[in-house]
């Protein structure tokens, strides 16, 4: 059997990291994987998780299954943290998955069981993975304009004039904040009329947020997708706990569905359960249950949103540093687009061969995209890390 395969390339983010510890260069910068870091290179654990995971470690007393559709206090406690005022209960499942990738696997399962032949819209660019899980589900994709990387600019008139033409019942891919992987995202006049849009049109929206609280705040990134949630008649939401609370080894994700009518909650909810069955049966447990304690214990819920605060007010900072050190170092004003963006991520707009060559000359690494992980900076590489690029792109 195995002989029939053909071999697959590396993973063009993953393996980056297996590069740079390879390296033995002292002075050397991981800008790939999309991992927050804090000033040391570390990978923090937010306090309040640590101290929900004890507390939940010291209480219980088995471990016996739950369900496929996972705990459902946090099924709750996620889907009020998204859609906020907009959650209707009435309409709205959620089923707990491995991860915000797991999440978007079992909407995108879900969607293929009774539309087989819908097509998936991806924005360009979009999350490398998008597009394969959407093919591992047996669905079509096609892709709208969205992010000018030679300029820096979002494409909204172009990505409209797309989206103008997507049919009934097909499937629109949006990213709720912190676009990756450009960084750029919409406003909320722009989510405005994409929401009018795709009600109009009939079309069903399905919203990645992966890192929510990270660009500006827990409800101001949430605005556009609880715009969405408000006009259309039936959204699929992929969330990921990955970022926000640390757990990313944990995969802890939730696929939350707006149904059409309240009586399409319950058969919408059991098929999403049945999709988690037949992969993985139940779904971990001990990072959900964090999170729910968390987001349910005033306290926990307090001390977590501060060091959140704290994460996007650095990533930020660092945003502003870099774009400041390249403004110095290019004397242009080229790269001054990335202060402006949000998330962890932004494309730099430079070609295969000068990633290739900021990775061997320099001790950069990224992936061939171009797209650099601000929050794997820290103050001292800043310098270094702008000239290497100044070096590379004059």
């Not at 739950?66 to 089923?95: C, M, Q, Y």
């Not at 098929?271 to 926990?300: C, H, K, Q």
Request: charged share 20%; glycine share 8%; hydrophobic share 45%.
């Amino acid at each position: 059997m195995f002989s029939l395969m053909t071999p697959l390339p590396p993973d063009p983010v993953l393996s980056i990291t297996t590069k740079f510890n390879a390296d033995p260069r002292t002075q050397k910068f991981d800008l790939g994987v999309g991992v927050y870091r804090d000033e040391t290179g570390h990978t923090p654990i937010p306090a309040a998780v640590k101290q929900a995971e004890r507390d939940i470690l010291a209480a219980q007393t088995t471990k016996t299954y739950i369900s496929p559709a996972g705990n459902p206090a946090f099924n709750d406690a996620v889907s009020k943290l998204v859609l906020g005022e907009s959650l209707d209960t009435a309409r709205t499942f959620a089923v707990q998955t491995p991860g915000g990738t797991g999440a978007i696997k079992n909407l995108l399962d879900l969607a293929f069981q009774v539309m087989p032949d819908a097509v998936v819209w991806l924005s360009a660019p979009t999350w490398p993975n998008h597009g394969p899980i959407a093919a591992a589900a047996g669905l079509i994709t096609a892709s709208y304009p969205y992010y000018d990387v030679r300029t820096g600019t979002l494409l909204f008139d172009e990505m409209m004039s797309a989206l103008a033409q997507v049919p009934a019942g097909d499937i629109v891919v949006l990213h709720g904040c912190c676009h990756n992987p450009s960084g750029a995202d919409l406003s909320l006049d722009q989510w405005a009329e994409v929401a009018a849009l795709l009600e109009k049109r009939g079309a069903i929206p399905l919203i990645d947020i992966a890192y929510l609280g990270l660009g500006d705040g827990l409800d101001e990134d949430a605005k556009g997708l609880r715009l969405i949630a408000t006009r259309c008649e039936e959204v699929m939401i992929a969330a990921s706990c990955s970022k926000n609370f640390g757990l990313y080894r944990d995969r802890v994700g939730a696929a939350i569905v707006k149904t059409a009518s309240a009586e399409l909650k319950q058969v919408g909810f059991d098929n999403a359960a049945y999709i988690s069955r037949s992969a993985f049966s139940m779904p971990p447990d001990i990072g959900a249950s964090v999170v729910a304690r968390v987001l349910e214990t005033e306290a926990l819920r307090a001390s977590w949103i501060e060091e959140l605060d704290t994460m996007r007010r650095r990533i930020n900072d660092l945003r502003g540093l870099l774009t400041d050190e390249l403004r110095q170092q290019t004397n242009s004003e080229r790269f001054d687009f990335l202060a402006g963006q949000k998330g962890m991520f932004s494309l730099l707009g430079t070609s295969p061969a000068q990633a290739a060559t900021l990775e061997r000359d320099h001790g950069v690494y990224l992936p061939a995209s171009g797209r650099i992980n601000i929050a794997g900076l820290n103050t001292k590489a800043i310098a270094p890390v702008a000239t290497a690029i100044a070096a590379v792109c004059r």
